[in-house]
């Protein structure tokens, strides 16, 4: 366990009677760009909401880097242990700019209306500068939010959520309506995010699961399939027959 960031054992969720997840045994190391994929309704979203705090486990145990022992704690107290979360859908502020935005973000300890009237100091200024270049809108730094292209967006709204450095990083679908190239980059920044944090993906696009993840959980109906790199659970005959059994072919895009 020396080298987990996250583990889950025995999670539970129940919606009237109806096991969104039924005692799932989930682990992560650090420094990982780990996948969650699975069949619509299989229980994703629902596991990356017990690990932020947002819904809560019926039992078992849930603990971050060892020994913090999660179950009990609020999703603002999660937060504060550097557990983020990127939802699919951006919620940056549109009226201002990419700089602007990340100058919102810097400092999390700052209230949201000291943050509008204080500017950056020279070190915050630094970090947006990285991280404006990390995320690859160096260039875009005056262009207001609402401007940029949904690719960007997201991209900037990851920024938004790893200048503050966290720990692990639960992402929804960060490539879903992006082109070619966009999906190339991003991925490229997920595994440069990595290097430092954790990563936790939920993802449909198998193609970019295929080409980015060092490893790989399946959920189904609510309970952990296999998990392993990509090749040896796309190889696995009962994740095959999920896959199938659904009318979505090969796992291999
Ligand atoms: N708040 C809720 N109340 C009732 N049922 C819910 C609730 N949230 C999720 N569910 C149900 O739990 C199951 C798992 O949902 P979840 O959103 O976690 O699946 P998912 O794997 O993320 O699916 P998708 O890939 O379609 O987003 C689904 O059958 C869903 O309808």
């Known amino acids: 366990m020396v080298d987990d960031i ?26 990982e760009l780990h996948f969650l994929i699975g069949p619509n309704g299989a229980g994703k979203t629902t596991l990356l909401d017990v690990i932020c705090g947002k819904t809560k486990s019926t039992g078992g145990r849930m603990f971050f880097q060892g020994k913090k022992d999660l179950m009990s704690l609020r999703p603002q107290h999660i937060a504060r242990l550097g557990i983020s979360r990127k939802f699919q859908a951006p919620s940056i502020f549109s009226e201002l700019t990419v700089f602007e935005n990340l100058e919102l973000s810097v400092n999390e300890n700052k209230s949201f209306f000291r943050s509008l009237v204080k500017e950056a100091d020279s070190e915050e ?88 993840a060092h490893s790989v959980t399946i959920l189904h109906e609510g309970a952990i399939l296999c998990q392993g790199d990509f090749n040896t659970v796309s190889k696995d005959p009962t994740v095959i027959d999920v896959y199938l059994g659904r009318g979505g072919g090969d796992l291999h895009a």
């Open 6 to 31: 996250l583990y889950l054992e025995n999670i539970s969720v129940e919606f009237s009677g109806f096991k969104a997840l039924n005692r799932v045994n989930f682990f992560m190391n650090k420094g």
């Open 125 to 212: 200024k630094n970090k947006i500068e990285e991280i404006m270049e990390k995320v690859n809108l160096k260039d875009e730094s005056n262009t207001r939010g609402g401007d940029l292209s949904h690719g960007k967006k997201q991209w900037l709204e990851l920024g938004m959520t790893i200048i503050r450095d966290p720990k692990l990083l639960l992402v929804d679908e960060p490539v879903a309506g992006m082109t070619g190239k966009e999906r190339d980059l991003t991925g490229q920044l997920l595994q440069d995010i990595a290097q430092n944090s954790s990563v936790l993906v939920v993802e449909h696009d198998m193609q970019f699961v295929e080409q980015f």
